[in-house]
Nanobody, 128 residues
């Protein structure tokens, strides 16, 4: 089993920045694709970004490209989401996700069913 705990959410003004953190514990050696999803009120959970720890490759949703950066600190079993130029429409609960399955390069990288482990989420609110 793998446990994921997010932190770093909060209230920020439009144009500001936040860095979300995801601490992984348990059988982390088995998980090599990490991702961030988000869910706004009344909307379905959507993909934000994903990171392949075996090579450092990344993939972003169009809404995140150029503004968000996903990264990891392998020694600390941490995954980060640096969010810049935040907009009110970025307001959502942000979830960290992980999988040990070989889904890189497939549609599963960007949908919920591709991931086996989830954190509890952290709230991000962007005021206008």
């Amino acid at each position: 089993q793998v446990q994921l705990v997010e932190s770093g959410g909060g209230l920020v003004q439009a144009g500001g920045s936040l860095r979300l953190s995801c601490a992984a514990s348990g059988r982390t050696s088995s998980t090599y694709i990490m991702a961030w999803f988000r869910q706004a009120p009344g909307k379905e959970r959507e993909f934000v970004a994903t990171f392949n720890t075996r090579g450092g490759r990344t993939f972003y949703a169009d809404s995140a490209k150029g503004r968000f950066t996903i990264s990891e600190d392998n020694a600390k079993n941490m995954v980060y989401l640096q969010m810049n130029s935040l907009k009110p429409e970025d307001t959502a609960i942000y979830y960290c996700a992980a999988t040990s399955r070989s889904i890189w390069g497939t549609i599963l990288c960007s949908i919920q069913s591709g991931y086996d482990y989830w954190g509890q989420g952290t709230q991000v609110t962007v005021s206008s």
